[in-house]
């Protein structure tokens, strides 16, 4: 699983590199032609970059659940755990509407 790129990115692995050049001088004749391009410009680099987010987000998914699965949650992504808790929470709170029992909440006397 490699990481997601962004739309720089994928701009400056595209253009050609030039090998008599620093690399700062390098990113910075990138940048600098990047923030002239109109964004129409941009636009096939911003779709090539939506389309790896996708790809990434999809992979990692599948990763997590196998991690989870295998009781390895420690390897999970935060964003992932609590969006999982929020799910057992309702699951458990639906369970317990349909069998009548009531929630109690924190104060309730």
Not at 25 to 43: A, F, G, Q
């Amino acid at each position: 699983m490699s990481r997601m790129v962004v739309q720089f990115a994928v701009y400056s692995q595209l253009i050609c590199f030039f090998p008599c050049c620093l690399l700062q001088n390098y990113v910075k004749l990138c940048l600098d032609h990047w923030r002239e391009m109109k964004d129409s410009e941009k636009k096939p680099y911003h779709d090539k970059a939506n389309a790896d987010r996708e790809r990434y987000n999809a992979e990692i998914n599948v990763w997590e659940e196998t991690m989870i699965k295998e009781g390895k949650r420690e390897l999970v992504r935060r964003k992932t755990l609590e969006e999982l808790r929020k799910r057992e929470k309702r699951a458990v709170a639906e369970g317990n509407e349909k069998t009548g029992k009531a929630s109690r909440t924190k104060g309730a006397v």
